[in-house]
């Protein structure tokens, strides 16, 4: 599997969570914010590491065409 869709699916996750705390009445504004921001965190993590996989692939096919145009 695609390392790329697993990351997505665990945002979708990511997301799943931050709307659960979100449409919880119980949960006072302090609360969630406290538990949004690891969540937060989390989600700019993987995607911070999507881009980093984007620029890798980027920079392989660049190498590749490069050794071909020789």
Do not use: F, H, Q, W
């Amino acid at each position: 599997m695609d390392i790329k869709v697993c990351l997505n699916d665990y945002i979708r996750e990511l997301e799943k969570e931050v709307m659960a705390i979100l449409s919880d009445p119980k949960t006072d504004k302090r609360t969630k914010n406290l538990a949004m921001k690891p969540l937060a965190s989390k989600k700019r993590i993987i995607l911070n590491t999507i881009d980093a996989l984007d620029l890798v692939d980027r920079v392989a096919e660049e190498e590749r065409s490069k050794g071909s145009g020789e």
